[in-house]
C-alpha cells in the first residue's frame, strides 16, 4: 500500500470517527457535560450521572484541598514537626464508613434504573432488531397486542453520504445536510419508524458478529449477539428524529451503519404502518403469482 493511499484511508477514519462522535453527542458550542436525552429512562440516568459527579467533585475538593493545606502550612521550612501517633480508631472508622456509604447511596438509584430498564413488561410493542456487516434490519412483530403482519426491512447508510466516503471521490461531506443538520454519515435509506407515547419493546440480535444497538437521545444500549436475543424498552412521548450508532467494532465499515429513528406522533404512524402492512400483503401476492405462473401455463399445455 502507498503512503499517500494509507494516508487517505488514515484521514477518512478519523472523519467517520469524527462524524460518529457527532452523531452520538449532538455537541454545541462550550458543550462540557452530557445530554439529557428525551425519556424518562435517559432523565433518570443523567441524574445519576450528575449525582456521582458531584460526589466525585466534593470528593476531590475534600483531598485535594486537604493536600493543599498540608503542603504549604507544615511544610519544613516553617519547621513543621512530623507527629508521632501511628492511627486514630475513630477517624479510620469515619473515612471507612463514608466510602461505603457513598457507594450505596450510588449503587441503589443505579441498581434500580438497571431493573427498570430490563422490566419489559407491559409493552404495547414489539420490534426485532439485527444487525449485520454493516446495516440494520428491523421486523415489526406486534403491536397494541396483534400481530403485525410481514413488514421488515433493511436499513443502511444513506447513498449520498456511502457516495461520499469512497476514496478518492473528491465529493465534499460538508454539502450533506437535512433541513440544515449536516448529516454525513448519520442518515440511513430507512429509517426505523415507532409512535410516540408507546412502551416499545425491542428484541435484538446479530446475523454474523457482534454489534451494539445505542440511541444515546433514549439511553438505551444493548448488545447485539449471534445467537443470542437481548431486549430492551423504551418510550418517547416526544415525535422527531433521533440518532444513534452501532457501538462495537465490528469490522471495517463498523463507522458506516448509523441508527435512524423516526418517532411519529401515534395517528400518524397507525396510517404509516397500515400503508406497509397493504404493500407487504400486495408483495406477497404478486411474488404467489408470478411463482405460480409457470406452473400454471405448464398444467394448461398438459
Partial sequence: ????????????????LAASASALANPVPWQLNLTRGVTSESHEIFALHMAALWVCVGIGVVVFGAMIIAMFRFRKSRGAVPATWSHNSKLEFV??????LILIG???????????????????????VTGYQWKWRYDYVDYLGKPVGDVGFMSKLAAASNRIRQLDSGLDPG????H???????????????????????????????????????????????????DIWVQVDQPGIYRGQCYVLCGQDHGFMPIVVNVLPKAQFDSWLAAQEAQAKADKAARTAQAAGPANSAFAQH
Fill in 106 to 128: 450510588l449503587a441503589t438509584p443505579a441498581t434500580r434504573i438497571l431493573m427498570n430498564e430490563y422490566d419489559t413488561t407491559g409493552s404495547q410493542m414489539t420490534i426485532k
Fill in 1 to 16: 500500500m502507498s503512503v499517500s493511499k494509507f494516508l487517505r484511508q488514515t484521514s477518512g477514519a478519523a472523519v467517520a
Fill in 175 to 178: 454539502s450533506v445536510s437535512d
Fill in 180 to 230: 440544515g443538520f449536516k448529516d454525513y454519515l448519520l442518515s440511513v435509506d430507512k429509517p426505523l419508524v415507532i409512535p410516540a407515547g408507546v412502551k416499545v419493546r425491542f428484541v435484538v440480535t446479530a446475523g454474523d458478529v457482534i454489534h451494539g444497538f445505542w440511541v444515546p437521545p433514549f439511553g438505551i444500549k444493548k448488545d447485539a449477539i449471534p445467537g443470542i436475543v437481548n
Fill in 95 to 100: 473515612w471507612t464508613l463514608m466510602p461505603v
